[in-house]
T-cell receptor, first 111, second 124 residues
Framework: TQLLEQSPQFLSIQEGENLTVYCNSSSVFSSLQWYRQEPGEGPVLLVTVVTGGEVKKLKRLTFQFGDARKDSSLHITAAQPGDTGLYLCAGAGGGADGLTFGKGTHLIIQP | GAGVSQSPSNKVTEKGKDVELRCDPISGHTALYWYRQSLGQGLEFLIYFQGNSAPDKSGLPSDRFSAERTGGSVSTLTIQRTQQEDSAVYLC??????????????????????FGAGTRLSVL
């Protein structure tokens, strides 16, 4: 069974601070996706990382895929209240259908 | 429609009753997926459809769960004799196409999924 561990599960910080969310597994994935989910809504895809060591930037968000394609991180610079939400990582590949999701990181940015 | 539409948005039922959850995918999307999101758990993949066909039903939690898709569009997820542990948010997603990977499974890198808002099921 492929498992993705996300940490921290909960994070509450002040506006303007930086933070990093981690997604780790003992399994190798062909790609990792990061989603953001707001209450009462479905997850929305932020980014897909495919190549080991790949770094992608989306404004203040930086996503990195580990060299061994087993882990990923999401770094947010100068967090804003609008960044508040549930951040989910999901792994693809290994012959399994669908995506394997982590349990998510609940992020609250306080003004 | 503009996005994936799910109905009802909320469903409260009594233990032992049957429920039917509906998903309207984005127009033109051939692939459709069902997930379950339980409190404190990640999204659990249940089943996918390519057109009206579901090649693998092994992700469904029990034989009380069934899903079908007709006309390559609307899909329904049916839960018979509901139990309290079935309480969760059931999410549907669709993608434009269904692309298989080299290992035979879905190539989720290319199958960009768009999610609906989900149906929150509460079994009392």
């Amino acid at each position: 069974t492929q498992l993705l561990e996300q940490s921290p599960q909960f994070l509450s910080i002040q506006e303007g601070e930086n933070l990093t969310v981690y997604c780790n597994s003992s399994s190798v994935f062909s790609s990792l996706q990061w989603y953001r989910q707001e209450p009462g809504e479905g997850p929305v895809l932020l980014v897909t990382v495919v190549t080991g060591g790949e770094v992608k930037k989306l404004k203040r968000l930086t996503f990195q895929f580990g060299d061994a394609r087993k882990d990923s991180s999401l770094h947010i610079t100068a967090a804003q209240p609008g960044d508040t939400g549930l951040y989910l990582c999901a792994g693809a590949g290994g012959g399994a259908d669908g995506l394997t999701f982590g349990k998510g990181t609940h992020l609250i940015i306080q003004p | 429609g503009a996005g994936v539409s799910q109905s009802p948005s909320n469903k409260v039922t009594e233990k032992g009753k049957d429920v039917e959850l509906r998903c309207d995918p984005i127009s033109g999307h051939t692939a459709l997926y069902w997930y379950r999101q339980s409190l404190g758990q990640g999204l659990e993949f249940l089943i996918y459809f390519q057109g009206n066909s579901a090649p693998d039903k092994s992700g469904l939690p029990s034989d009380r769960f069934s899903a079908e898709r007709t006309g390559g569009s609307v899909s329904t997820l049916t839960i018979q004799r509901t139990q309290q542990e079935d309480s969760a948010v059931y999410l549907c997603a669709s993608s434009l196409a269904l692309i298989l990977g080299g290992a035979g499974g879905l190539d989720m890198t290319k199958n960009i999924q768009y999610f609906g808002a989900g149906t929150r099921l509460s079994v009392l």
